[in-house]
Each structure stands twice: as structure tokens, then as C-alpha cells.
């Protein structure tokens, strides 16, 4: 099951991306996350991606497109994977499509997560990190999953870690305006990518506003 889910930063594509995960048992493979991790460990590839990461810019394609591509390689993503901020434009995407067609490998579904762009903004800079697990879900301004409080103290609303956090790239408005000019640009930014796809395979459209269980719900019924 070879599956891509695209959405703005904000838009939830993390916590359904989980619930995908879940349904199919594949790894989720999300850019984002390997960038961090390599710089948290100080590797060569960490320290030549943050400074795009801190301003919101996207790390050169000649450094992602091999990372993406050899880790889709690896033993565990021999019965599927799902692609998860990967790609990011037209190229990544074009990329992506020559690699899997060179090797005869098909997209089972392509999930596409609306939502507009100021709601997108709002969400993002009420994203609270937990410890423990990044993708236990916490935003102080969504009711669905807001943290609980404890002492005054907003906790973690799975585990009760209070250690929470926000990302640096999340609480700067500038950072955000640009990821979210790269993602709705739909000449070479996300957008042209899902367009891309729209014009070769099947793209469900899942609406990104309800709550998080209305999402997750019509996702699930529309992967059948
Ligand atoms: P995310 O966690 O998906 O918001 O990604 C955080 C940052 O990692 C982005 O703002 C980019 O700087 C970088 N990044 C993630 N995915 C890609 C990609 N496919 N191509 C280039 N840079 C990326």
C-alpha cells in the first residue's frame, strides 16, 4: 500500500497521517520529522538543512529528493509506506513519479487535505509539542485537542507530560507565511504537485475543517 497525503502545515495532515498509518500499518515516512531528528543528533545532513528550516524554506531538492528516495528503499518499506510532506513541488513530485514508474510501482491512494490558509496559520501557532510523543496531539486552539490543564499549567492531553513545547518555526509568522506560499503555489509549490498527481491518478479531498474525528471519520470512509 504506497500512499502520499498532502495539506498545509496546520491543516491536521500529521494527526491523519497517523490514523492512515494505523489503518494500513505502513511506516509514515514524514519529511519533517527526519530533518529534525538529524539535526536534534548534529549529523552533516542536520546542519546543511536547518538554516532552510528556520526560515521556513525548503531544503534544496538535491539534498531531499535522494534522502526520500533511498529511504522509500530501506527493508521496511518493502510492503508500503506513506509519504507525508514529501513531495513539496512540482520537481519533488515529477521525481517521486519517474523513480516509482522506472520501477513499476503504483500510488494506492493520494490524499489531499483542504483547508484555507488563514485557518491553516491560527492552527499552527496553537501546536504544543509533548515530550514524550510528538504525535500525541495538542493545540490550545483547537477544542478537539486541546491540552489539559493541571495547576494552571497546560499538560499533555494523552499522556500528561507537561512538558510541552512549541516548534521555533511555528511561532514565527514569517516562517509560516512562507512554508504556507510554498504550499498554495500552484504554478511549482504544493499545489502544482497535487495537481500534478490529480492529472494521473485518483486524489480523495478530504475537507480539513470539521474537528479532528469528523476528518479522521470521512477519511476512513473515503479509503473504504
Ligand atoms: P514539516 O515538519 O513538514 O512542517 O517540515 C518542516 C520543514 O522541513 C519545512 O519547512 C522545510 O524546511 C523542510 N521540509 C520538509 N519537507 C520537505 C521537502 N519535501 N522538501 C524540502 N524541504 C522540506
Redesign the pocket.
Known amino acids: 500500500m504506497n500512499i502520499l497525503i498532502f495539506g498545509p ?1 496546520g491543516s491536521g495532515k ?1 494527526t491523519q497521517g497517523a490514523v492512515v498509518q494505523k489503518k494500513f500499518g505502513v511506516p509514515h515516512i ?4 527526519i ?2 531528528e538529524n539535526i536534534s543528533k548534529g549529523t552533516d545532513l542536520g546542519k546543511k ?1 536547518k538554516a ?2 528556520d526560515q ?6 538535491e539534498i ?1 529528493i535522494p534522502m ?1 528516495l533511498n529511504r522509500l528503499k530501506e527493508a521496511d518499506c518493502a510492503k508500503g509506506w506513506l509519504l ?6 512540482l520537481a ?1 513530485a515529477e521525481a517521486l513519479w519517474s523513480a516509482l514508474s522506472a520501477e513499476n510501482i503504483g500510488l494506492d491512494y493520494v490524499i489531499e487535505i483542504v483547508l484555507d490558509r488563514e485557518t491553516s496559520k491560527k492552527r499552527i501557532m496553537g501546536r504544543r509539542l509533548c515530550a514524550t510523543d510528538n504525535n500525541h496531539p495538542n493545540n490550545i486552539f483547537i477544542d478537539a485537542i486541546k491540552p489539559a490543564e493541571k495547576d494552571g499549567k497546560f499538560v499533555c492531553r494523552v499522556c500528561g507530560d507537561e512538558r510541552l513545547s512549541t516548534r521555533a ?1 511555528d511561532q514565527d509568522e514569517a ?1 509560516i507565511d512562507k ?1 504556507h506560499g510554498i504550499y498554495y503555489d500552484t504554478k511549482t509549490g504544493t499545489l502544482a504537485a497535487v495537481n500534478f498527481f490529480k492529472e494521473r491518478v485518483k486524489v480523495l479531498d478530504v475537507d480539513g475543517l470539521p474537528g479532528v474525528k469528523e476528518v479522521s471519520e470521512d477519511l476512513l470512509k473515503k479509503l473504504g
Open positions: 502545515n500529521g514524514e519529511t519533517g520529522v530533518f529534525r538543512a532552510f528550516i521556513g524554506e525548503l531544503v534544496p531538492d531531499t526520500i507525508d510532506g514529501f513531495p513539496r513541488n519533488q518555526d516562517a512554508r
